[in-house]
């Protein structure tokens, strides 16, 4: 067989390398180039892609000012009640493998309802939500089937948390009286304590001293009616047990006397340290609060794209911030499905979620902003 392949090898050679005139055919024919594969990443012209989303979200967590806060959950329905202002875009470059990607949110919503404390019959919430996001992404896998990209980015987020507080007087002397009974109560116990422990030191210390005294008396008066060397007489134990309840007695009753005593004075410092608790709740309970901050989170993660038809496709992307940065944790995550119209219009419908875990110097924004979102983008 090797010989067989050699031989034919060797006459194909010396066929085509043998000199052939313009009117002469050849046996051989000239190899032509199979079909160069499909490489979508080699198209080096400039894209743009505008995009205009509609995402209609839901916001639950916890915002707070100087260490007050408050948990809300606020359905998409109750934000458009009190949305005063919103504006989304997105904005995405793409030269070849490397894209750049700007996405950018801002929504205003007043007198959102707050979950009451103990204090408060009703807090009003303000809050001001700004993003802006900005990312590289580099296209690790292309084909006519889809692509996916690595992501590398930050997103800079400004909050403003306005709280409005309306005082619950019920709920102020509830909790006056709780704090009240409280420490009263605390102090009772320990004068309890230290009352029972002194009230048997003293029986114990009085039955003693009148036993050690009558045993004297008894040594003084009687006169030794026994032989030497065999004790005097003392008084017996039935003696110093009934001599022990008799102390006991007088000395419940006088403890009982003091206690009783105590009992009403701690009663009116407690009338009167409940009527200061309120007092001082009531003067310092804030009617307004309002702070802001502004920070940056790094983050990385990844995106891709799958089509399932020529003009049906699914995709999705996820990023997570870089711990410790900034935010204590945050991440998000997006899936949908699409539809290419052509001439660069296509439409994506899907959901997405964003979670903000932020908390410095009294400032509290821990949220989680999720809904179904539906986007329009233009490709040229």
């Known amino acids: ?39 979508i990443t080699s198209d080096d012209e400039w894209k ?27 359905k998409f329905s109750t934000i458009m009640n009190n949305l005063e202002a919103v504006a989304l875009g997105q904005f995405e470059v793409q030269k070849g493998r490397v894209g750049f990607l700007f996405d950018g949110l801002y929504m205003r919503i007043s007198d959102a309802p707050g979950t009451p404390g103990p204090l408060f019959s009703k807090i009003d919430l303000g809050l001001q939500l700004g993003m802006i996001e900005g990312a590289i992404a580099y296209r690790i896998a292309e084909s006519e089937r889809g692509y996916f990209d690595l992501l590398a980015g930050a997103r800079y987020i400004y909050v403003g948390i306005d709280l409005g507080f309306t005082q619950d007087d019920a709920g102020i002397q509830q909790f006056s009286r709780n704090v009240s009974n409280a420490a009263i109560g605390a102090v009772s116990d320990r004068l309890r304590n230290a009352t029972a422990g002194a ?21 003084e008066r009687l006169p030794p009616r026994f032989p030497p060397g065999r004790p005097t007489p003392q008084l017996g134990k039935a003696a110093e047990a009934y001599v022990k309840a008799a102390v ?13 005593r105590v009992k009403k004075r701690l009663q009116r410092a407690q009338k009167e340290l409940e009527r200061r608790i309120a007092q001082a709740v009531d003067d310092r309970a804030p ?3 309002s702070g802001s901050r502004d920070w940056v989170d790094p983050f990385i993660g990844f995106r891709g794209r799958y089509n399932l038809t020529e003009k049906v496709f ?26 290419d119209f052509g001439n660069g219009v296509v439409v994506e419908a899907g959901y997405r979620y964003l979670d903000v875990d932020y908390t410095r110097e009294g400032f509290t924004f821990d949220v989680e902003a999720s809904g179904f979102l539906v986007g329009l983008t233009y490709t040229f």
């Open 1 to 39: 067989m090797f010989r067989l392949l050699s031989s034919a090898a060797l006459g194909a050679f010396l066929v085509a390398g043998s000199p052939v005139s313009a009117g002469d055919y050849s046996l051989v024919k000239e190899p032509v180039d199979p079909d160069p594969p499909i490489d």
């Open 48 to 74: 743009f892609t505008l995009g205009v989303p509609g995402w209609m979200v839901g916001l639950e967590g916890t915002a707070g000012v100087l260490g007050f806060t408050t948990p809300f959950d606020l």
């Open 199 to 219: 009230q048997q030191r003293i029986t114990d210390r009085l039955t003693n001293t009148i036993v050690d005294r009558v045993n004297q008396r008894i040594e």
């Open 248 to 260: 006991a007695e007088r000395t419940a009753r006088a403890a009982g006397a003091v206690s009783a």
């Open 287 to 289: 009617d307004e609060l």
């Open 314 to 339: 699914v995709s999705g992307r996820a990023d997570i911030g870089i711990y410790g940065v900034s935010s204590d944790q945050t991440w998000q995550a997006f899936g949908g499905i699409g539809y």
